[in-house]
């Protein structure tokens, strides 16, 4: 019977990762595996027999999170009762720690191994989650190159093996095809605007983004009408293309109500708007991971729920926001939080970055070591590496197949 693999992944990021993951595994396995687990439309597409859709249980912040928590814990019982009835042969669990953990200790007590891939920022707060990883976890596989050590100074069996977006290629769309697709003007100033992917974020985060962008293009018409050369900006707002019409609908009108007239374009591909943009205005997530690896300069803002501001205050560690600036091990592009994330701040930040000088120089050559940080060290793509371990742990290498098929 071929090997059956539990694989869960909840955010859109993490449900990205296991569709190309599963993919991987069917490329390097010498068997056919079959797939069960909680998972996306990407991971459906890439074969998996879901249990429990991503979409149904990926809240965030701790507020949201507990007011949805008699739909999360009812999608739990239904995982742990298919887990209990399929006894899957092992267990991949993709962050998403709120859930994962918890699954972790069911399979633990099932005797069935776990991976766990891209890993909880226990080192920035939850530090006592260690003790699950611990003791419920058989290896875990971290992107950034500092989160192995600190693993291995709590006895944990990790390993780092390169962020999966360090092994995506730049776009090579040209900047006149993409300004022809998008209705754009290659001649002008491209700003990027990415308030987040999901609508709860983006209704916190675009309205001052736009009231930023609004100061951004009255510099120009001051200038202008001074008669002083400046570029005109425009500016791009990716949308994710896990919004419904009805929430792309209320991107117009957020738009429309805070900046009407304003040249705000729509697009759909983020990493090609933030290549082509000359900086960009980041809310913090992977966007900001994204954004450090194309290169061009970018600020960092963010801003949540007065009280899941106030407990994180009270438990993060970390001196950065921006992970960014945590692989640095300095402040490399500017965090603008919570209090501080306001328009005159963004714009304070974001205006020496748009002309050449010593402080966009500086971050473009910082970014780029970043870059070179964030690589898998081991020759392959993250997707692989991670394949090829879920594999070694199933003793499913092609040279460990080769030699039991010799005996």
Do not use: C
């Not at 010593?358 to 081991?378: D, I, K, T, V, W």
């Amino acid at each position: 019977m071929p090997p059956t693999l539990f694989i869960s992944a909840g955010e859109a990021s993490g449900e990205h990762y296991g569709a190309m993951l599963m993919e991987s595994l069917r490329k390097q396995s010498p068997t056919k595996l079959n797939f069960i687990g909680m998972g996306g439309p990407r991971m459906v597409e890439s074969g998996l027999d879901r249990i429990v859709r991503a979409e149904d249980v990926a809240v965030m912040g701790i507020t949201e999170i507990v007011r949805h928590l008699p739909r999360i814990y009812a999608e739990f019982r239904k995982l742990k009762a298919s887990i209990r009835r399929r006894k899957p042969d092992l267990a991949i669990l993709i962050d998403f720690p709120d859930i994962h953990f918890a699954l972790a200790k069911e399979f633990h007590r099932l005797g069935i191994p776990v991976i766990f891939f891209v890993s909880p920022q226990l080192w920035a707060w939850k530090k006592h989650r260690i003790k699950l990883v611990q003791k419920y976890i058989d290896k875990m596989l971290v992107i950034f190159p500092f989160e192995e050590p600190f693993y291995r100074e709590h006895k944990v069996n990790a390993e780092f093996v390169g962020h999966p977006l360090a092994d995506l290629p730049l776009p090579t769309e040209t900047r006149e095809k993409f300004a022809a697709e998008n209705t754009l003007d290659p001649a002008k100033q491209w700003i990027g605007l990415l308030p987040g992917s999901r609508i709860k974020e983006i209704r916190a985060n675009l309205p001052e983004m736009l009231k930023a962008a609004f100061f951004l293009y009255d510099d120009y018409a001051e200038n202008a009408r001074l008669g002083l050369q400046y570029p005109e900006p425009e500016f791009l707002l990716p949308l994710a293309p896990t919004l419904t019409a009805i929430q792309r609908e209320e991107v117009h009108q957020i738009i429309t109500a805070h900046t009407p007239g304003l040249p705000v374009h729509l697009v759909s591909d983020a990493r090609a708007a933030l290549f082509h943009a000359r900086a960009a205005i980041v809310a913090s997530g992977t966007a900001t991971v994204e954004a450090a690896l194309i290169g061009n300069p970018f600020v960092v803002v963010y801003r949540v729920s007065p009280l899941t501001y106030a407990i994180a205050k009270r438990v993060v560690t970390v001196p950065h926001v921006a992970m960014a600036n945590l692989i640095a091990g300095k402040r490399l592009v500017p965090e603008l939080i919570q209090n501080d994330f306001t328009a005159s701040n963004i714009v304070t930040e974001l205006r020496p970055l748009l002309s050449d000088g010593p402080e966009r120089a500086s971050m473009m050559q910082g970014l780029a070591a970043l870059r070179g940080m964030l690589h898998p060290p081991h020759g392959q793509t993250a997707i692989d590496r991670v394949a090829e371990i879920v594999l070694q742990q199933l003793s499913l290498t092609p040279s460990a197949t080769a030699v039991a098929q010799k005996s």
